[in-house]
């Protein structure tokens, strides 16, 4: 969890123990690994249908389904045409 300093104020990508990809500026987190997001956006992806992002805004994990956290290249994130992405 002390790593999770280090990604203070920037992007990152959320899994959750659900399965759920979230993304979003790290504003804060802690000791039980809660974490606050803001710009959060949720990407569903489908094996047939074009990758949705469904806007969270504010948004706040709790720790327990936090499975994984990683900070994000924004550079190569914005050259991705995640309406192009599907799962298949």
Same mark, same amino acid.
């Given at each position: 969890?002390?790593?999770?300093?280090?990604?203070?104020?920037?992007?990152?990508?959320?899994?959750?123990?659900?399965?759920?990809?979230?993304?979003?500026?790290?504003?804060?987190?802690?000791? =039980?690994t809660?974490?606050?997001?803001?710009?959060?956006?949720?990407?569903?992806?489908?094996?047939v249908?074009?990758?949705?992002?469904l806007?969270?805004?504010?948004?706040?994990?709790?720790?327990? =389904?936090?499975?994984?956290?990683?900070?994000i290249?924004?550079?190569?994130?914005?050259q991705?045409?995640?309406?192009?992405?599907?799962?298949?």
């Amino acid at each position: 969890m002390s790593g999770l300093k280090t990604f203070l104020q920037q992007k990152v990508k959320v899994v959750t123990g659900d399965g759920r990809l979230i993304v979003g500026k790290l504003e804060g987190f802690d000791q =039980s690994t809660n974490i606050i997001l803001t710009g959060a956006v949720e990407r569903i992806f489908d094996p047939v249908e074009a990758t949705q992002e469904l806007e969270l805004g504010l948004y706040v994990l709790r720790g327990d =389904s936090v499975v994984c956290v990683g900070l994000i290249d924004e550079e190569v994130e914005n050259q991705i045409d995640w309406s192009q992405v599907s799962w298949s």
